[in-house]
């Protein structure tokens, strides 16, 4: 510890003055280079000017408080700030914690205009972007009133000390509370814009030069991590004090820790100005330096069109096209219309390269590319299936329906990554709300609603935006989708550290188990269909194993690492920046997702793949198509099975702590055994489902989970947990096998019928809950009455599907010519029953070619994807 000599020399005020007072400089020299840009050069000023200028303003008072704060104290220790400085002092802090808000919310406010500028022709874009505009407002006014009336009554924020009498929130806990709303807000503003400036047909270096000019914002989301660092410790500093340890020198005081997150707070607002203002100064650079951007080269070599953008309908499916010397040349070049010089209408809309050019540039652009394709006259071709000028290939992939075992394995990887992402959440969530219930000392009824509101996500995220987004965009927007929620919620979990409070912390476990319930939706059907379907439940047993692991990993990792002590409200706020490293991976997964090429299995794809076994999948049962029945028994069986797992994990450590009391292994490490034996559960039915009928593994395992949760309510000692530990492994392979088998022969529902199995999941919300009064009153052996009932009723499915004939030719894999015999499929194809399934598509209104080609009678004769070989002979 420093001398009370050397901690009187120590002043943070002259650093903190110097850097606010540069920024404000060098975000004022943008502003106004953005200003002569647009009244100088474009000649159009819009409603985003005029919000950067009033964030101008604010931020001036905002970076004037901060200044004058310096003079009467900020940056000194406490010790060291004169006591007629006390009340100075306090009314700067109340000024810039007022003004903050304001500052930054009229700053993004700014980019999200400009950015609905650029939204012609972008109907998702628009809308995500008003979306982000609410948030922005709706977050920063709620914040800014809360800042304004952080103490009641309001004069209380002047007094020191604070009168026992008047109530007051900690406005650095409140800053801490509000960073998942500004680092969420910071990557919406700087990924919205990408997949349109990606997509743009511009020239390569035109392109990176917007790219790049649109990346700027990522220096906020950057500079916000760094003021957060800074608040985390005046927050850590404040409760030390506050506790009064001996933590609570003046080396950890308040006034002097508090100057470098102030100080970076107005760094933010600054930089958050200069991204802003980098867009609208481009036009001035290209006319001070217009060879600097050498634009008009490039567009003539490549493009032939300067401005051939997704903002033009006309140009952006252009047919190929071939130039040569020895033919006519390329027709003139066409003038674009631009509204943003033409009329200077504030209502007209306008695409990307409209607001970054200006009226001289767009002419010397037109007149180069026009000399450049005259002098050439060389053999152009662009090809069809591929856009060179974009960063990826865009040809469009195989559907996932048609694929063989060999070209799945690609998309399968990638996709069985986000399973190890959600099973690794799943067992930290589990840890952490054992160990929040540890700090905040909730009791056994909130545990279980924590756990609740995750499986309740279960049931609302499929069933309302998610079959939307599912039917209508597919497998990859749902992954986007989900990730991007799965990373809202683990962001969500910062206030809910700070405050240490409940309703936040369950607020968190709601929006996790909305982005893992989406990401279910679609994943364990894109698994199900990418390949041959009769190795559907292998594939899916297979990814399940691998998000397992991912549950064994977690678990381990959190208790033995990051949650290791754990053991008050501070030490919570140190987890969070595990939660915003998982939140950045989504963010970024969620990126790389847009650009790869995922395969997609659209309803006519899954239409076809249904009538190929017309005469099995049509079949009924008690008057009730086959495919219906065993999707209502696959939903129900789903719901009892999840229901009964959840509870076995929920009493696990306590019912080991209770057949085994003095154990000197621990019920944390008999669980980590038991999450083990679960994955390699999962990988061993995945190997036997190559050599036995998957209804008939579904059964054993039903069978053996039911006796051996019997057992486990007897049994003592290592009997006991030997008992608890079989419980998982029959549990293992159960989920994937349901889900696999329900999608058989569903069509243009499989989708749909995806959704309302993963809604079922939802039973993980139910079945603790009432295990959990029988475990109270009767002891935790007994409450497994409970989980053998809920799985009886769960064998329901395999029963079914062992005495009816229909449901068993329905499930069972067709993989060579005498199993399609033996499972009742006796149709040849034909060229009657091939024109019936395309006619099928007909009627769909999509417009089909005949069946004369080699290619197509291959695609009807791939009968479980193994071609026609699996075809009786008639």
Avoid at 40 to 55: C, P
Avoid at 74 to 95: C, F, I, S, T
Avoid at 400 to 407: I, W
Wanted: hydrophobic share 50%; with cysteine; net charge positive.
């Amino acid at each position: 510890m420093a001398s009370p000599e050397v901690l009187m020399m120590q002043d943070r005020g002259p650093m903190v003055l110097v850097v606010v007072i540069v920024m404000l400089c060098v975000s004022t020299v943008f502003v106004a280079l953005r200003l002569v840009s647009r009244i100088g050069i474009v000649r159009r000023v819009s409603n985003d000017d005029y919000a950067i200028i009033l964030a101008w303003l604010i931020a001036f008072g905002f970076s004037f408080s901060i200044c004058y704060g310096t003079s009467v104290g900020l940056g000194r220790h406490e010790a060291n700030v004169e006591l007629q400085d006390h009340m100075p002092l306090k009314k700067a802090e109340y000024a810039f914690s007022v003004l903050y808000n304001p500052a930054l919310m009229a700053t993004k406010t700014s980019i999200c205009l400009f950015y609905l500028t650029l939204a012609k022709n972008h109907p998702v874009f628009r809308w995500t972007t008003i979306a982000t505009l609410v948030v922005v407002n709706v977050a920063g006014a709620a914040l800014t009133f809360l800042a304004i009336f952080q103490c009641r009554p309001v004069g209380a924020a002047f007094d020191d000390p604070i009168l026992p009498s008047a109530k007051c929130i900690d406005i650095v806990t409140l800053y801490l509370s509000s960073a998942p709303v500004n680092i969420i807000t910071d990557l919406a503003l700087l990924f919205l814009p990408m997949p349109i400036l990606t997509s743009m047909r511009l020239p390569r270096n035109e392109k990176f030069i917007l790219i790049i000019t649109f990346s700027f914002g990522g220096f906020v989301a950057v500079v916000d991590v760094v003021r957060i660092a800074y608040l985390e410790s005046a927050a850590l500093a404040r409760l030390q004090n506050t506790s009064g340890s001996a933590a609570s020198s003046a080396a950890n005081d308040y006034s002097w820790i508090a100057s470098l997150s102030f100080m970076w707070s107005a760094v933010e607002v600054d930089v958050g100005m200069i991204c802003a203002c980098v867009p609208g100064v481009k036009p001035l650079v290209a006319k001070v330096f217009p060879r600097l951007l050498d634009a008009a080269k490039n567009a003539g070599d490549l493009t032939g069109n300067p401005f051939y953008g997704p903002g033009d309908a006309q140009w952006a499916n252009l047919a190929p096209r071939t130039y040569t010397s020895s033919t006519s040349a390329p027709p003139p070049p066409r003038t674009p219309t631009n509204t943003a010089h033409a009329g200077f209408n504030p209502d007209d809309t306008m695409g990307i390269p409209d607001f970054l050019t200006t009226p001289d540039t767009t002419a010397a652009m037109l007149q180069e590319a026009q000399t450049a394709r005259t002098a050439t006259r060389v053999t152009r071709t662009r090809s069809p299936s591929l856009t060179v000028f974009d960063f990826v290939n865009v040809k469009n992939p195989k559907s996932m329906v048609k694929m063989t075992n060999k070209e799945s394995i690609c998309p399968l990887i990638l996709v069985t990554i986000l399973f190890f992402l959600w099973g690794f959440a799943y067992g930290l969530l589990s840890i952490l709300n054992q160990q929040f219930q540890i700090v905040v000392g909730i009791n056994n009824a909130q545990a279980i609603g924590l756990h609740s509101a995750y499986y309740g996500a279960y049931f609302f995220a499929p069933l309302t935006f998610g079959r939307l987004i599912f039917k209508k965009w597919g497998f990859k927007a749902m992954f986007m989708t989900g990730l991007c929620i799965y990373g809202i919620g683990t962001l969500v979990f910062w206030p809910a550290a700070v405050l240490a409070s409940f309703p936040a912390f369950l607020i968190s476990n709601f929006i996790v188990g909305l982005g893992i319930a989406t990401l279910e939706t679609a994943g364990n059907p894109f698994i199900s269909l990418c390949g041959p379907p009769e190795y559907a439940e292998v594939r899916l047993n297979l990814s399940q194993g691998v998000q397992a692991i991912g549950s064994v990993v977690s678990p381990i990792l959190a208790q033995k690492v990051l949650f290791k002590n754990v053991q008050d409200a501070p030490s919570l706020i140190d987890i969070q920046w595990t939660y915003l490293g998982i939140a950045l991976f989504d963010v970024i997964l969620a990126v790389i997702f847009f650009y790869l090429p995922i395969p997609e299995a659209s309803d006519d794809d899954l239409e076809m793949i249904a009538e190929r076994r017309f005469s099995v999948y049509h079949r009924k049962v008690l008057g009730i198509p086959v495919i219906y029945m065993t999707l209502i028994s696959g939903v129900f069986s789903q719901w009892c099975y999840v229901g009964g797992q959840e509870a076995v994990s929920g009493v696990y450590q306590q019912y080991v702590a209770t057949v085994r009391p003095n154990s000197d292994i621990g019920p944390f490490n008999y669980q980590a055994v038991g999450h083990t034996v679960f994955a390699v559960g999962r990988f061993l039915t995945a190997g036997l489902g190559l050599l036995v009928r998957p209804r008939r593994i579904l059964l054993i395992l039903y069978i053996g989970v039911i006796v051996i949760s019997a057992l486990a309510m007897d049994l003592d000692g290592y009997k006991g947990v030997a008992m608890i530990v079989l419980i998982l492994f029959f549990e293992s392979g159960i989920f994937s096998l349901i889900f696999a088998m329900s999608l058989h022969g569903l069509g243009v529902h499989t989708k749909t019928a995806a959704v309302f199995l993963t809604a079922a999941t939802s039973g993980g919300a139910v079945v603790p809950g009432i295990m959990s009064p029988v475990t109270n009153a009767y002891g935790v052996r007994y409450a497994f009455c409970v989980v053998v009932a809920v799985f009886s009723f769960g064998a329901i499915m395999p029963i079914y599907l062992s005495l009816s004939q229909a449901a068993k030719n329905q499930v069972d894999p067709v993989r060579t010519k005498r199993n399609s015999i033996l499972l009742g499929e006796k149709r040849p194809c034909t060229p009657n029953r091939a024109a019936r399934v395309f006619g099928a598509v007909v009627r769909r209104g999509k417009k089909t070619s005949s069946l004369s080609t080699e290619s197509d009678m291959a695609t009807i004769e791939h009968v479980e994807g193994r071609g026609s070989q699996e075809r009786p002979s008639g």
